[in-house]
Structures are given as structure tokens and as C-alpha cells.
């Protein structure tokens, strides 16, 4: 490698990486980032005197340190005044409009989690500090440095502040926690304290490990020309540092209640925790002029969203047995409102975990919602004890048919194929939407069906009389024909419901459709090795979907004979044109909507994507196209306008 590749290999590295973490669309796989990372550590250990300052290979933290040195900030970090509702969101706005005239509003999420300020000077980054008081903090520039979102340079030459958020991923924080318990150690309460105790480890390669993001939201000291607090951004993340999912410059009560309806309404949907949304004045001149209370600045504003973590008192734990067998405890709390809706259990994952965290009933305990819709206990607030609490005893037999339970540690099982439990929720799981989806057989019907006797497994669903159903409480003669139809139309169904019906483990849903596309109701014949070379598919899947097929072949013939499904429809083979097999992307306004341009395109057989990688073969744009077709052309994909694709296909 010469020193003109070295220099070459590092820039197309960190363009790998910026497109990984940056913009969460990777253009090459982990096997060809790690092979040429290793090229360039092979040349820097040769020529250590030409090692670039951006090189990937810098972020490698060094040696832990004994304590951490305390640093103050070149200017002072605010904290942000909190709103919670419309009202109050009036007033304020009123309140700024009586200050100055004629501003508008950045309105950008609220980030859950630790804030940090960097320091870049001649385009290096000099100094990570964490927020501290908000004047001195503590200098964890070692740290910042194995966060894959924080470019080590800049193109920006002059001395400045961008301050942002420290966040991990809720996906993240949920893989970190299984791995936690796993080693028995203690758990993260939440994706916050998960990323605030990994920003400050006094050991840059645990740091390095938990996937930290650094989310930017403001600017500290600089010498900026910008006058406008959405272009100073916009500079901001042009220089490598992450978007937010959204964020709107806008004025007005409607305009910023709308932006934040929007973003309370996609919240569950982001990677990251959001608390809120901010609100800051665009003009930084205004903002000068509004200037500061002793804490908070009068140009920004946090409206917070409602609490996804709250505090409660555990009154209960029950026992739930579900279709495998599977027994796991389910905590009663204290009624609470979580956001907008009123909570009475939680989750408790398994009896292992009771026992690590040591949750008695009368605790006092904070249950989270961070993804799942079913929250779950984070925490026990132990110093709330008063000695009334009770410590739990598992189990030792089911509480349904009371046979004796198997203990596997983290899997508590009830083996008595015969158990109520387990065989009104497989049918309950056999009819429900993702299965077969028949309307009208809810939990309580099949209970009742189960209880008189009628039912006993699925297949004497399709064995029901009207007659049978009629003598039941509460069966008028409408209610139960149309039960009846109900489970006769789940005949023909699509083949993948089929599939998913049967309740094999690990395949789910998505697996199911996948089976279904590659090889129809003929998924029984299939060997570990097809299974295996699907993509999406592994080891445990392939084992577990044989393993089913291999005990039960029976029921899935009479099943397969019962419903008859549907083999997916073979897509007719498209006509030849330019855009066939083709992977299509769409931006801009078009002469008609997307979507019918979308469908024309997919009948032709091309495959239409949302996003442009290397691997697209043309954007076609229309007008106001955006960083699309920006992205198309830094990536030298090709661009066709509307008009040229029709023509292309005359
Ligand atoms: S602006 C001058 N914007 O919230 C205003 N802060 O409650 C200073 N935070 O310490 C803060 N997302 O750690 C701002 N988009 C955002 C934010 C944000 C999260 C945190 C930040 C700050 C705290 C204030």
C-alpha cells in the first residue's frame, strides 16, 4: 500500500462507517469493512508517522483510566424548561411572541439520554465533556472517541461546541440486558442509565462494546455566519453527524402542535427513547436577545410526552401457561398511567429473574414501556422497604392442571400435553390474526367450546354443528351460522397462515411467509440443509421446524387435508423492458402518485425500493427531488427523469 492508498483506504472506510451509523444504509458487508480495516492497521504500524488523525483505527480507546479529570466548558450547558400539555404550550408561545417579533421554531425530538459537548478545533475533535453542572464536567474524550457517530474530524476549521445526546438503541438496550443476566450481572433500569454508565467507564473498550449514538442538537461556541438555527444544523449534519428521525421549521400553535402529534404518534416506531419534543427559536439573533433565567434559556422549550416509566407497588404475581407449556410469572401492579393508557401488569420474564433482582410482593417498583406493549419491571426501589414485603416461591406444580412442573432455570415447564391451559391457548393461538384469523373466536368463545366439551384441539373446530352451538348459552341462531362460516372460510386459506397456524417454535410469522414463498405446503419435505441456505434462517429454526415435522406428521396432513391452503400465486413472467429484475427507486412529485408509478414498475417485474444504495440501477425523479437523488449521484447510480422512464418504455 502506498501512502497515497493508505491515504484513500481511510477515506472509504469512513465512508463505510458513516454510512452504517450514520444513515443506517451499509454498502458493503462487515467481511470487506474488517478486511480492509486490517490492511490499513498493517500500514500504520509500519509508517507510524503518516497515521491520519481520521483514521478508524484511532477510536481504539487506550489504557482505563484511574479516575476521570474534571473540565469546563467553554460555554455554559443549559438545561431546558418543561412543558406537559396544549395549554401551556399557548402560553408560551405567547409569552416569546410579547419578546420578539417574527420568529419561527425548531422543533426536533428530546432525546433520553446523556448529553455531551465535543470540542472540535482546526477540524479535530480536541474534547469530549460530559454535561456535569452544566459549567464543569468530566473529560471522557477517550470514550467519545469509540462512538462510531462522533466523526473524529470535521469540515469545519474554526473552534466549536456541538453538543448532543449519548443514546443506545432500544433493541440495544434489550440485547444488553439478556447478555446482563446471562452473567448474572445487574441490569440496566433503562436505555438512559444504560448509556450514561457506558459514557462514563473509566475503560474506553467496555465503552467501545455497548454501541453508544450521539445524537447532536445544538451548538455551543463557534463562529458560524449562519443566522438561522435549522441551517446551522443542517451544516452540522453535513459534516457527518446523524439526523433526527424529525424535524420541522414552523410557527404558530397549529404547525407545532401537529409537528408534535406527529412525533408522539411515530415515537414507539424510532430506534431511540424520545421524552419529548423541543421547541427552540430559529433566529439566533432573537435568541441573543431572549437570553437566559439563571437555568433555563427563554428561546427553547421541552414539551415533554407522557411517561413511558413509572413508579407502582407489586400486589400480585400470577401464573400464565401458554401453548408450549411454557409457565412464566406476570406481575399486578398498582393501577398506573402509562402513557395514556391505565397499567395493571408487567412483565417479569421468568422466575430466574425474580430471583436476581430480588422482587418481593408490596415492593415498591418502576415498570418501563420502551418498545413492547406489555411493560416491564426495571427496577425494585429496595430503600422504600418497610418489612412488609413478602419474598416469592416458585412454583413446583402448574397452577392449572397441577401437575408436577419441569424447572430449566430460565424455562419453567408444564408437561402434561393434556393441560387446559396449554390447549385453549393453542387454539386460541390457531384462530387468532396472525394465524388463521377467524373472525369471532376469541379467548372466552373457545374457552366456553372447550369447557362444554365440544372442542378438545383444533381439528374438531371444523367438526362443530350448528346444532352443537345452539344448545350454548347465549348462541342465537345468527351468532353461531356465522361462527361456523367463520372457521369453514379459513379453508383455502393463504399457505403461510397455515404454516404459522401450526405453532412450531422459533418460526414465526415471517418465517412462515418465507417457507411459503420457497416451497408451498411441500415445507414437510424439505432438508435441513434448503432450510439452512435460506436467508433469515438458522440452526435453531431449521432444527425446530424438522424436529415438528418429524412428531407430528400426522396432525399436519389432516390439517393440510382440512384447509386446503393456498400455494402463493407464481408471478407471471414479465415482459421484456428495460426495468426488469431492476432495482427501481422513486423520488420527487410525479405526474401521478408514487404508489400507481410503484405498481406500473412492479408489474413489469422491477423492485421498487425506498432507498438508494450502490446496489440500485436507477432513481427516477420527479420534481422538489431531495437527497435521493443527491445520494444517487455521489453514489453514480442513474438518474432518469419521469418523462425519460416513459419513454423507455415505448
Ligand atoms: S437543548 C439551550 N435539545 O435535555 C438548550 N436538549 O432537559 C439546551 N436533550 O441537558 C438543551 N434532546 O441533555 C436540547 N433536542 C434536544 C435535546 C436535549 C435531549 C437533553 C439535554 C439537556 C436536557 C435538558
Not at 201 to 210: E, F, G, H, N, S
Request: glycine share 6%; hydrophobic share 40%.
Amino acid at each position: 500500500m502506498t501512502k497515497e492508498q493508505y491515504r484513500e483506504n481511510v477515506a472509504l472506510l469512513n465512508k463505510y462507517a458513516h454510512y452504517y451509523y450514520v444513515l443506517d444504509d451499509p454498502l458493503t458487508t462487515d467481511d470487506v469493512y474488517d478486511r480492509l480495516y486490517h490492511e490499513v492497521l498493517a500500514f500504520e504500524e509500519k509508517n507510524p508517522t503518516d497515521v491520519l488523525k481520521e483514521s478508524p483505527t484511532q477510536r481504539v480507546g487506550g489504557t482505563p483510566l484511574d479516575k476521570f479529570t474534571k473540565a469546563s466548558h467553554p460555554s455554559r450547558m443549559w438545561s431546558l424548561e418543561d412543558i406537559f400539555n396544549a395549554q401551556e404550550l399557548q402560553k408560551w408561545l405567547e409569552k416569546t411572541g410579547k419578546l420578539v417579533d417574527n420568529i419561527s421554531f425548531y422543533c426536533e425530538p428530546k432525546y433520553d439520554g446523556a448529553s455531551l459537548n465535543l470540542i472540535y478545533a482546526n477540524g479535530e475533535l480536541a474534547q469530549a465533556i460530559t454535561r456535569g453542572d452544566g459549567v464543569v464536567g468530566e473529560e471522557v474524550t477517550q470514550n467519545a472517541k469509540t462512538i462510531q457517530s462522533i466523526p473524529l474530524t470535521i469540515a469545519h476549521q474554526g473552534k466549536i461546541e456541538i453538543r448532543g445526546e449519548v443514546v443506545i438503541f432500544k433493541d440495544e438496550f434489550e440485547k444488553i440486558n439478556i447478555e446482563r443476566a446471562k452473567e448474572g450481572e445487574a441490569q440496566f433500569a433503562n436505555p438512559r442509565n444504560a448509556a450514561a454508565g457506558s459514557l462514563r467507564q473509566l475503560d474506553p473498550k467496555i465503552t467501545a462494546k455497548r454501541n453508544l449514538v450521539f445524537l447532536p442538537y445544538g451548538i455551543g461556541i463557534n463562529d458560524l455566519e449562519e443566522k438561522l438555527l435549522h441551517k446551522r444544523m443542517e451544516l452540522v449534519y453535513s459534516w457527518g453527524f446523524r439526523e433526527p428521525p424529525r424535524r420541522k421549521t414552523t410557527a404558530g400553535f397549529e404547525a407545532i402542535e401537529e409537528v408534535y402529534e406527529q412525533m408522539k404518534a411515530e415515537r414507539d416506531g424510532y430506534a431511540m427513547m424520545l421524552d419529548g419534543m423541543v421547541i427552540k427559536v430559529d433566529q439566533v439573533e432573537a435568541q441573543e436577545e431572549m437570553g437566559y433565567t439563571v437555568k433555563v434559556p427563554r428561546w427553547a422549550m421541552a414539551y415533554k410526552f407522557p411517561a413511558v416509566e413509572k413508579i407502582t407497588t407489586l400486589k400480585d404475581v400470577i401464573l400464565q401457561v401458554g401453548r408450549s407449556g411454557a409457565v412464566t410469572p406476570v406481575a399486578i401492579v398498582e393501577k398506573v398511567d402509562l402513557d395514556g393508557a391505565m397499567v395493571e401488569r408487567a412483565s417479569l420474564h421468568n422466575f430466574d429473574e425474580i430471583d436476581r433482582k430480588d422482587i418481593r410482593i408490596g415492593d415498591k417498583v418502576i415498570i418501563l414501556r420502551s418498545g413492547d406493549v406489555i411493560p416491564k419491571i426495571v427496577k425494585v426501589l429496595t430503600h422504600e422497604r418497610d418489612g412488609s414485603q413478602k419474598p416469592y416461591i416458585r412454583p413446583t406444580a402448574c397452577p392449572v392442571c397441577n401437575s408436577e412442573l419441569l424447572d430449566e432455570g430460565a424455562l419453567t415447564k408444564c408437561q402434561n400435553l393434556a393441560c387446559s391451559a396449554r390447549v385453549v391457548n393453542a387454539i386460541i393461538y390457531f384462530a387468532s390474526k396472525p394465524c388463521l384469523n377467524i373472525d369471532g373466536l376469541g379467548d372466552k368463545i373457545v374457552e366456553t367450546l372447550y369447557n362444554e366439551g365440544l372442542i378438545n384441539n383444533v381439528t374438531d373446530l371444523f367438526s362443530l354443528t350448528l346444532d352443537q352451538l345452539l344448545a350454548l348459552e347465549g348462541f342465537k341462531e345468527k351468532k353461531s351460522q356465522k361462527l361456523l362460516d367463520a372457521i369453514n372460510g379459513a379453508e383455502g386459506c393463504e399457505c403461510w397462515r397455515y404454516i404459522n397456524a401450526l405453532g412450531i417454535e422459533h418460526i414465526g410469522e415471517v418465517a412462515s411467509k418465507t417457507l411459503c414463498e420457497n416451497f408451498g405446503v411441500a415445507f414437510t419435505e424439505v432438508s435441513k440443509e434448503e432450510l439452512i441456505a435460506i436467508d433469515g434462517f438458522g440452526e435453531e429454526m431449521a432444527n425446530s421446524l424438522l424436529e415438528f415435522v418429524r412428531v407430528n406428521a400426522e396432525h399436519i396432513t389432516t390439517l393440510e387435508q382440512i384447509l386446503m391452503p393456498k400455494a402463493p400465486a407464481k408471478k407471471e413472467e414479465a415482459v421484456e423492458n428495460p426495468f426488469k429484475a431492476k432495482t427501481v427507486v422513486l423520488t420527487g412529485s410525479m405526474s401521478e402518485s408514487r404508489g400507481n408509478i410503484k405498481t406500473m414498475l412492479e408489474a413489469l417485474g422491477a423492485k421498487v425500493s425506498g432507498s438508494v444504495s450502490k446496489k440500485t440501477d436507477f432513481v427516477i425523479y420527479g420534481e422538489d427531488a431531495g437527497s435521493k437523488y443527491d445520494k444517487a449521484v455521489s453514489l453514480g447510480v442513474e438518474t432518469i427523469t419521469e418523462t425519460k422512464m416513459r419513454e423507455m418504455l415505448r
